[in-house]
């Protein structure tokens, strides 16, 4: 069974989490079922960028990256405090241990801004959130990527990227993909309705 880690600061964007539970789920329920999926918290209860609670599997101090495949990085809000959970030096350690062994690392939005602060974007190519003058790429570029802007998902080696929350689900099927295979993550998109 391959786990992937499902890393939520407080503050992240409950419709960008939820798509890998999802597409993992659906994929361990429908598809080759290979997959599982655990949520790992920076705290016991969780605030959600748009209110609500959510309870994780295991808190960050809990998670041995062995046990992992891959790691996935929704994104949040300043304004619900999303960076100064995210931007923890044990998360970013999370971060780096996962890229280290050259696990799969999944990111949504301004989750690759996360992955930036972690250092293991420096000379790589990568995207985040693309509106607003682009003020988030140019914090993702400040971190030492090379940011692709007009590129809606980017993908560099084990690492995934994308530039708001449109691309989610693809991000999670791209994720899926490099997990199973091209042929079993287009059955499972085929079976959620994405593609007939």
């Not at 959510?54 to 999303?82: I, K, Q, Y």
Request: net charge negative.
């Amino acid at each position: 069974m391959k786990k992937v880690c499902l890393l939520l600061p407080n503050g992240f964007e409950a419709v960008e989490a939820s798509v890998f539970s999802d597409v993992v789920g659906w994929n361990k329920d429908e598809g080759d079922g290979t997959t599982d999926i655990i949520t790992v918290g920076t705290r016991e209860k969780l605030r959600c960028t748009f209110a609500f609670t959510v309870l994780p599997d295991l808190l960050v101090s809990d998670v041995n990256v062995d046990d992992f495949d891959a790691l996935a990085l929704p994104g949040g809000f300043e304004t619900a405090g999303f960076y100064e959970d995210a931007y923890r030096e044990d998360v970013l350690d999370l971060i780096r241990a996962f890229n280290a062994q050259g696990k799969v690392i999944a990111s949504i939005c301004v989750g690759a801004l996360v992955l930036g602060k972690s250092g293991i974007l420096q000379g790589r190519n990568a995207t985040t959130y693309n509106l607003n003058d682009r003020v988030r790429q140019k914090q993702l570029a400040a971190f030492g990527a090379t940011v692709i802007p007009d590129q809606p998902i980017v993908v560099d080696q084990n690492i995934i990227t994308s530039y708001n929350p449109s691309t989610a689900f693809e991000v999670a099927f791209t994720l899926l993909e490099l997990l199973t295979s091209k042929e079993n993550a287009n059955h499972v998109r085929r079976l959620m309705g994405f593609i007939e």
